[in-house]
């Protein structure tokens, strides 16, 4: 067995391990940590796909930016203290047998379809071409993310600065 | 047949990706349905977004769709980010509005 081989297997068993604990946990602290467990090795799994700057976007955005970002909501809406961060669980008879079959039905249409597959092509970094296609063919989905970002960011500020004390009991 | 079957578990290949990404789809959508608490149902959006990264992803390495693929997977990142400060935004709104942030307490539809 080669290191790619067990390198995969190591990262999602880390990223599977880690999704089940923040599924099941009991804890909304311990689930946020666990999704940066997750993230980390979704990041890993981009690397062995030869997708080094997407890695480097995930570990920035989402284990940076994101992640730090549901704690805040998670503090933020907290009554008190952290062993009150409790998270309610219903549904999980029928909740779990609807996602084990769309997992099921997922993995059967997966191998069961014969997809076109290529032989890899070996790049050293991607970081040129990606950026040549961005200004390039991708030219516009650029400018219209980037108005995207701004108005997302202007409707969150908004939103959060307009919080009133008056409601509260 | 056993023999043919360890080669194909020693050769992670496109199918690998794939499914691991439906087992985190799979446990994203458990936890989008299950949990009752807002954030943890933003976290299994995240988990759900983030397999269907892995796909692009992979299709990108294995399929013809080469690098356009990973330029998809990094739109859908930046509509994550996007995606999740107007979520949290809501969120704040949500406690400050209602004092909890337990779904089946906010059923009114009244502003």
């Not at chain 2, 509005?97 to 009244?110: A, E, G, P, V, W």
């Amino acid at each position: 067995m080669e290191l790619t081989a067990i390198l995969f297997y190591l990262f999602s068993l880390v990223t599977i391990g880690a999704a089940c604990v923040m599924v099941f946990s009991k804890n909304v602290v311990y689930s946020a940590f666990a999704l940066m467990f997750t993230l980390i090795g979704v990041a890993a799994i981009y690397v062995l796909l030869y997708a080094d700057f997407l890695a480097a976007t995930q570990l920035l955005v989402y284990v940076g930016g994101i992640l730090i970002l549901i704690l805040f909501g998670l503090m933020l809406t907290g009554q008190g203290h952290t062993y009150t961060f409790k998270s309610v669980t219903v549904n999980i008879v029928p909740g779990s047998v609807l996602s084990l079959a769309a997992g099921a039905l997922l993995i059967y249409a997966f191998v069961t379809t014969g997809w076109n597959e290529v032989e890899p092509i070996e790049r050293t970094e991607t970081v040129n071409e990606m950026g040549m296609m961005l200004m390039g063919s991708y030219i516009l989905p650029f400018i219209v993310i980037g108005v995207l970002l701004l108005i997302a960011i202007i409707g969150a500020i908004l939103m959060s600065t307009r919080i009133s004390t008056e409601n509260r009991n | 047949m056993e023999s043919t079957f360890i080669q194909w578990l020693a050769e992670p290949a496109l199918i690998h990706f794939l499914i691991v990404s439906a087992i985190l789809f799979a446990l994203g959508l458990m936890a989008v349905i299950t949990k009752r608490n807002i954030i943890m149902v933003l976290m299994g959006v995240e988990l759900i977004l983030n397999s269907a990264n892995i796909n692009f992803v992979a299709f990108s390495r294995f399929t013809e769709l080469s690098l356009d693929g990973q330029m998809i997977g990094m739109f859908v990142i930046i509509i994550a980010a996007a995606e999740a400060a107007v979520a949290l935004a809501i969120v704040l709104n949500v406690f400050n509005r209602f004092n909890t942030i337990n779904l089946d307490d906010l059923n009114t539809l009244k502003g």
